[in-house]
């Protein structure tokens, strides 16, 4: 069975604060991605990363692959107020079947 | 609107009975999944379909019945429902499968078994 394990699980902290979230597993995968949740919405996309060590960024939002496809990393810099929510890592295990983190719930205070 | 809707948004039902959450695409995507979220747990696959007419397991398929007679549409029946199966569901499409294109989730139906 294929897990990934988020770190940490719940995390505050003030604005303009530097942040990384985790998600690592034992298990390879072709891809890994990164969703964000609103409460009372649906996950939304933000990043695929496909390349072993592959780098992405999102504005303040920087993506990395772990070498060997089994790891990946969310660095958030000078964290604002519209970063809260809940940031879901999601691993391609083959076919039609994504094996999600349990998610890891940021707050940002003002 | 173009998008995937669910219905209802919210349902509470009784240990027992049958009950069916809704989902309806209009970007006439292919592939259409079925998830789970509990806390602790992240999102679970129950069912998934690539077409219509074809369905397949997830991981946590126990007690739940999945039908796409229409592309568009993909209900999700527990056809006698536990207190276990109180979750948020949600719904998802991908225009070619997750090999080659996005996943995009509807904003969930919260369901409680009392």
């Known amino acids: 069975t294929q897990l990934l394990e988020q770190s940490p699980q719940f995390l505050s902290i003030q604005e303009g604060e530097n942040l990384t979230v985790y998600c690592n597993s034992s298990?390879?995968?072709?891809?890994l991605q990164w969703y964000r949740q609103e409460p009372g919405e649906g996950p939304v996309l933000l990043v695929t990363?496909?390349?072993?060590?592959e780098v992405k960024k999102l504005k303040r939002l920087t993506f990395q692959f772990g070498d060997a496809r089994k790891d990946s990393s969310l660095h958030i810099t000078a964290a604002q107020p519209g970063d809260t929510g809940l940031y879901l890592c999601?691993?391609?295990?083959?076919?039609?079947?994504?094996?999600f983190g349990q998610g890891t719930r940021l707050t940002i205070n003002p | 609107d173009a998008g995937i809707t669910q219905s209802p948004r919210y349902k509470i039902t009784e240990t027992g009975r049958q009950v069916t959450l809704m989902c309806h695409q209009t970007?006439?995507?292919?592939?259409m999944f079925w998830y789970r979220q509990d806390l602790g747990h992240g999102l679970r696959l129950i069912y998934y379909?690539?077409?219509?007419?074809?369905?397949d397991k997830g991981e946590v398929p126990d007690g739940y019945v999945v039908s796409r007679s229409k592309t568009e549409n993909f209900p999700l029946t527990l056809e006698s429902a536990t207190r276990s199966q109180t979750s948020v569901y949600f719904c998802?499409?991908?225009?070619?499968?997750?090999?080659?294109?996005?996943?995009?989730f509807g904003n969930g139906t919260r369901l409680t078994v009392t």
């Open positions: 998802a499409s991908s225009g070619r499968g997750l090999n080659n294109s996005p996943l995009h």
């Open positions: 298990s390879v995968f072709s891809s």
């Open positions: 990363v496909v390349t072993g060590g």
């Open positions: 999601a691993g391609h295990g083959g076919a039609q079947k994504l094996v």
């Open positions: 970007w006439s995507h292919s592939y």
């Open positions: 379909s690539a077409a219509a007419d074809i369905t």
